[in-house]
């Protein structure tokens, strides 16, 4: 009986024993209200919001995955706009392209920026800024697509000296944070520290 739960709920985590993209779910989208911390929008505006990004990037390839015709030759193609996205209770919109929220109902001349989250810092739970997120995702699967997981991470906590805790899981894939981690500065942090 046991057992076949378990094998149950296993199943419904099967996603999760291959390394694989990000699903829409997965990803989270944030918007800077008060210019400070990031705050998350809740899951709902989250789906909706990732799903309009996902249609905007199959409408709007990069440049050099276009293929090139006749008429893209002559002149560039403007982008192909997505509707913008209702959020909060349908008080404020998000422009996708822009990445930018501003209120349907009243004017405000400042834009509240909103950005998407698929890397965090640990303990606070911020994500990364975008860029230095799409480029450790991209080193990621890079490594490990399609490579299998383990079920449980067996972790240990360790005291550093700023006395934060640290988690070293022992069954993830072996990578080299030197390696995996190239984004600007790292270096310059690194030998400071």
């Not at 989270?28 to 209200?33: T, V």
């Not at 440049?63 to 015709?69: A, D, F, L, P």
Request: proline share 6%; aromatic share 12%.
């Amino acid at each position: 009986e046991l057992e076949k739960r378990r094998s149950r709920s296993n199943s419904s985590r099967h996603r999760y024993d291959v390394v694989t993209d990000l699903g829409p779910e997965e990803v989270r989208w944030f918007y800077k209200e008060d210019r400070k911390t990031w705050k998350p929008f809740i899951g709902y505006d989250s789906l909706r919001l990732e799903l309009a990004f996902r249609k905007y990037g199959v409408l709007n390839p990069p440049k050099e995955e276009q293929v090139e015709t006749a008429d893209s030759c002559r002149s560039e193609s403007p982008d192909v706009c997505v509707e913008p996205v209702c959020v909060r209770g349908g008080l404020y919109e998000v422009n996708i392209k822009e990445k930018e929220c501003y209120p349907v109902y009243w004017h405000q001349s400042d834009k509240i920026p909103v950005m998407r989250g698929q890397w965090f810092i640990d303990g606070t739970w911020q994500p990364l800024e975008e860029e230095d997120s799409d480029l450790i995702e991209q080193e990621h699967l890079s490594c490990f697509k399609g490579q299998q997981t383990q079920d449980t991470f067996d972790m240990d906590i360790a005291k550093p000296v700023d006395s934060k805790d640290v988690f070293y899981h022992h069954h993830l894939p072996p990578f080299n944070l030197h390696f995996l981690f190239k984004w600007r500065g790292f270096e310059e942090r690194r030998s400071t520290a």
